[in-house]
Every structure is written in structure tokens, then in C-alpha cells.
């Protein structure tokens, strides 16, 4: 069966997605951060972007500014997730699709069924019994609630699985993109100013407050944007929720019905690959483009963020396909996904196999080749981009100090004559 690169969705019934720690704990920690997105974007998030950058900082303010992103983004985009949406999900199945008589209800976890048994009621029938099989749940009383119609079944559970997807939208953006604001108002508590941190020993403190002035005007403007771009964001389900529920078979609804699975959840717990990066691209990266001082940071956080975008949803496959390419083609091993849809992407980019479903000895090789491909975006990343970019700072900041210097010599001689 063809499977699309990023299909991260096991199948129902398999169970090799146990991760085994018998042997290599390296082997078996990096097999289970290979099978759960989420956590394995967290390590590649700290160690080859936040960390490097925190090193790289210009004064201790750049750097505390620095720190708070990290470890708020960390704490509320990687692990307030564990805490908050077990809880969305039973109360979502209580209140939202009123499926479940009390908030502990084991068969809860129903919400857990992909998108892609919501396409008719006949899949969601299929999709409840391998569902049950698989995590030993009897969802008698929830489907006696209604009547044994799949067809309710199946629009209940869109309303929860919608629900939550909305809230984690709206948390996971308003939380982690507003950081940028919030840096903003406890430097200016601290240092009684308005400019951009990294350029605080870089010159006088009323030329960095001058280079700050037209910025600081538009802000209300700019934190608009930035709610009205998280609001837009937050009813975005609204469009999952049509295509799945319409019965009309029109190009949109049976591209949703297609690729809704791309918004599920594993264990209904970690975030997607697409849905994370929606909210990191729209939510989090504009919030903090958008809390801008000056047109130098301007330019500072648009690259980063550009930079880490790229790097962070494209950059490891990216490196990872050309490394298995050239472990199967020297070392002889079986990394490279042969069964594939082929699409421009995949013939662009050869996808690899999971490590989970390796062989002992090529995953071991595979398990190498993630730390290498780590470490290589690190490099880059961490510390070559902001090498570059403090370098643009310096050089902003020296051409207004010298023209500052230039209109002083210009006053002196005038006042002179």
C-alpha cells in the first residue's frame, strides 16, 4: 500500500509503535522521539535553535529576553499539552459531543479515532471497532447514546475533536506569540527603554532610543495584527469542521476529507506536524515579528524565524534524506523508503523509514545519522545565523552612530563660525 511521506498515523491494529528500551538506551530514547513528533521537535527546538541562540546573545538583557522564549515556549508548547488536553478531551467529550456521562470516563479516549474514519458513517463504524480493539475500550454506553447511528457519532465527534484542535490553536499561539510583548514591557521595566535589547552596549543610549521612536507609534497597530491573525487562526477548524460534515462532493470538501488526518492527534495528545506549524507560523512567529522595537530587530526576527521555520518543519527531513541516501548507497544499508506515493515531493525529497521499522543494525546506524543530522542543523542554525545576524546589528547601529557623529562635527563648525 502507497503511504504519503508524512504519514505519521500507525496502523490501528499494529502495536510496533511500543517502543522497545531493551538494548541501546540511545537506540531506544531516539526510536521513541523519532515515533512522537512533537517531543522529537522539542529536542531539535532547544538544541539547535534555542540553546545556540541564547549563547550567542549580545548583553545579559538580549540573553534573559532570550531565555524567557525559550523556556515559555518550551513549558507551554511542549509540555502544558500533557496537562491541558487529556483535560480538553474528557471535557470536550462531556459537554462539546455530550458522549460521556462523567469527566473520568474511560471510553473518553473515543476522541483519540483519526479524522480518517469521519468521512461517512460507515468508516466511523469500521474506525470505532478497531479503535476498541486496540486500546481494550467498550464504547457500548457511548454509542447506545446515540442509538447506534454512526452517522451522529461521527458529527459529535467532529464537534469535540474541533473543539480542542480550536482551544490548543488559541492557547499554544496567544501563549507562546505574545512572549515577544511581554519581553518588551519587562525590558523597558528594567532599563527604563525602549529600543532593542542587542543593541544596548552598541552605542548611546539616546541614539538607540531615537532608532526605536517610529516603531513604538504603531504598536497598538501591530498588536491588532497580531490578535486579529491568532483569531483567524483559532476559527480555522470551522473549515475542517465543513468538509468533513458536508455530504456534497465538491473539490474543497473531498480535499479536506483527503488530508483531515494530517490533523490528528497521537494518543490524542502530541500535536501533528501541520498543526503545529500552523500555530507556530501564524500564531507564534508573527506574534514575535510583530513586537519588533526597530527595523533592525524587524529584520533580526523576520530571519530567525524564517530560518528556523524552514529548518524546523523542512530542514531535518531535508538533511535526513540526503544522509540516508548515501548510508544506503556506502554503508550498504535499508533506510529509504521504496513504497511511496510518487509524488514531486517525494521524488524531491526521498522520504525515510521510521526507525521502529529498521532493522537492528540499520537502526543503529539511523540512530546516528538523527544525533548527526541534529547536530549539523545546529551548527547552522544555532550558531552560523546568529553569527550573521549580530553582525547586522553592529553594523545598523555604527551607521547611525556615525551619521550622529557626522551632524555633531556639522553643528560644532557651524556654531564655530
Known sequence: MK??????????????????????????????LDERVM???????????????????????????????????????????LVTLPLTNRLAMKHIAKLTKNFVAKD?????????????AEETKKGVELLSEK??????????????????????????????????????SATIGCVGFFNNWQTKRKTKQDGYSAEFLMAD???IEKRAESFKKNEPLRKATWLGIVTALTLSPLLLKKG????????????????????????????SRLVFFLS????????????????????????????????????????????GRLSDKYLKTDLMKKDVEKSFLNKLIPPIKRLRDLSPRDKKIGTALYWINLAMLTACTGFGVPYLINKMIRHDVNKDVQAQNKNTVKTSRFYER
Not at 517502543?19 to 537506540?27: A, D, E
Not at 514575535?288 to 524546523?312: C, G, H, P, W, Y
Open 108 to 120: 473518553a479516549n473515543l476522541i483519540q479515532l483519526s479524522n480518517k474514519y469521519l468521512i461517512n
Open 39 to 81: 517531543l522529537g521537535k522539542a529536542v531539535l527546538d532547544i538544541a539547535a535553535f534555542e540553546a545556540p541562540q541564547i549563547i550567542m546573545s549580545n548583553n545579559n538583557d538580549e540573553r534573559r529576553e532570550r531565555l524567557n522564549k525559550s523556556v515559555i515556549g518550551f513549558s507551554l508548547g511542549y509540555l502544558s499539552p
Open 205 to 207: 543610549k539616546d541614539i
Open 244 to 271: 468533513l460534515i458536508s455530504q456534497n462532493s465538491t473539490k474543497f470538501n473531498n480535499f479536506i476529507k483527503k488530508f483531515a488526518h494530517k490533523f490528528d492527534y497521537t494518543d490524542g495528545i502530541f500535536m
Open 280 to 323: 507556530s507560523t501564524f500564531g507564534v512567529q508573527t506574534g514575535v515579528i510583530l513586537a519588533s522595537r526597530n527595523q533592525t530587530e524587524l529584520k533580526d526576527t523576520a530571519t530567525r524565524s524564517t530560518v528556523s521555520t524552514i529548518a524546523f518543519f523542512g530542514g531535518d527531513i531535508l538533511i535526513g534524506s540526503i544522509l
Open 135 to 172: 486500546l481494550k475500550t467498550d464504547y457500548k454506553p457511548i454509542l447506545d447514546k446515540v442509538g447506534g447511528n454512526y452517522e451522529v457519532l461521527k458529527k459529535k465527534l467532529i464537534n469535540a475533536k474541533n473543539s480542542v484542535l480550536a482551544f490548543d490553536l488559541l492557547f499554544t
Open 3 to 32: 503511504v504519503s511521506r508524512f504519514q505519521n498515523n500507525i496502523n490501528i491494529l499494529n502495536r510496533t509503535n511500543e517502543t522497545n528500551f531493551k538494548g541501546s538506551p540511545v537506540v531506544g530514547i531516539t526510536t521513541y
